[in-house]
T-cell receptor, first 118, second 112 residues
Framework: AQTVTQSQPEMSVQEAETVTLSCTYDTSESDYYLFWYKQPPSRQMILVIRQEAYKQQNATENRFSVNFQKAAKSFSLKISDSQLGDAAMYFCAYRSAFKAGTASKLTFGTGTRLQVTL | DTEVTQTPKHLVMGMTNKKSLKCEQHMGHRAMYWYKQKAKKPPELMFVYSYEKLSINESVPSRFSPECPNSSLLNLHLHALQPEDSALYLC???????????FGPGTRLTVT
C-alpha cells in the first residue's frame, strides 16, 4: 500500500517570502500522480498543482512550483511571494495510474498548516 | 460552471433522524465521490460512483447510504447515526476515475 508523509505539522512564513513544504511517499509503482491540495479555513479543498510521475519536468502554477525527485520519492511544494490568502492546511496526495478500481483513490498525507505573517 | 456545490452547509441531527446530503456538479464529470473528514485529519474516502454506478465502497457502515440519481447529482442518505459520525463531509467529482478530483465546500454534520 502507498503511504504519504508530511513531516511538518506547521510552518510559518512572512508575507512576500518563500516557503517550502515537504512531502515524501512510499510506493512500488512506477506510474502515478502526485497532487498538492490547499484547504483554507473555509474548508473547501482546492487543487493547487499536479505532477505526473513520468514527467521529469517539475510542475509550476504561477507562484506555486514543485520539486519532484522520483528516485528519492520526494515531492515538495514551493510557494513564492507568499500572500495572506495562502494561509491554509496543505495536503500532499498520491494516486496510482489507472487500474480498475484503484485509480480513483487518493492517498493523503496528514497535512501541513501554513501560517502567513505580516 | 466549474464548481461542485453541496447542501446544506451545516446539519445538526439526532441519532434517530433521517437526513440527506446533496452534491451537484455541472461540469460533465462522470465520477463522483464522498469523503469524511474529521478535524485536523485528511479526508477519508467513503464511496466512488463512476458513470452513475457504485464503483468503490470503503467498508462504510450501512447507516450511510449513497445514491447517484443522475450524472450530475450525488446524495448521501443518513439514518441512525452516532455522535462519532460528526465530521465534515466532502463531495468531489472528476471527469473520469483516472483524473484529478475537484471538491465541494463540504457539509459540517453534527450528530447529537
Amino acid at each position: 500500500a502507498q503511504t504519504v508523509t508530511q513531516s511538518q505539522p506547521e510552518m510559518s512564513v512572512q508575507e512576500a517570502e518563500t516557503v517550502t513544504l515537504s512531502c515524501t511517499y512510499d510506493t512500488s509503482e512506477s506510474d502515478y500522480y502526485l497532487f498538492w491540495y490547499k484547504q483554507p479555513p473555509s474548508r473547501q479543498m482546492i487543487l493547487v498543482i499536479r505532477q505526473e510521475a513520468y514527467k521529469q519536468q517539475n510542475a509550476t502554477e504561477n507562484r506555486f512550483s514543485v520539486n519532484f525527485q522520483k528516485a528519492a520519492k520526494s515531492f515538495s511544494l514551493k510557494i513564492s511571494d507568499s500572500q495572506l490568502g495562502d494561509a491554509a492546511m496543505y495536503f500532499c496526495a498520491y494516486r496510482s495510474a489507472f487500474k480498475a478500481g484503484t485509480a480513483s483513490k487518493l492517498t493523503f498525507g496528514t497535512g501541513t498548516r501554513l501560517q502567513v505573517t505580516l | 460552471d466549474t464548481e461542485v456545490t453541496q447542501t446544506p452547509k451545516h446539519l445538526v441531527m439526532g441519532m434517530t433522524n433521517k437526513k440527506s446530503l446533496k452534491c451537484e456538479q455541472h461540469m460533465g464529470h462522470r465520477a463522483m465521490y464522498w469523503y469524511k473528514q474529521k478535524a485536523k485529519k485528511p479526508p477519508e474516502l467513503m464511496f466512488v460512483y463512476s458513470y452513475e454506478k457504485l464503483s468503490i465502497n470503503e467498508s462504510v457502515p450501512s447507516r450511510f447510504s449513497p445514491e447517484c440519481p443522475n450524472s450530475s447529482l450525488l446524495n448521501l442518505h443518513l439514518h441512525a447515526l452516532q455522535p462519532e459520525d460528526s465530521a465534515l463531509y466532502l463531495c468531489a467529482s472528476s471527469p473520469g476515475i483516472s483524473y484529478e478530483q475537484y471538491f465541494g465546500p463540504g457539509t459540517r454534520l453534527t450528530v447529537t
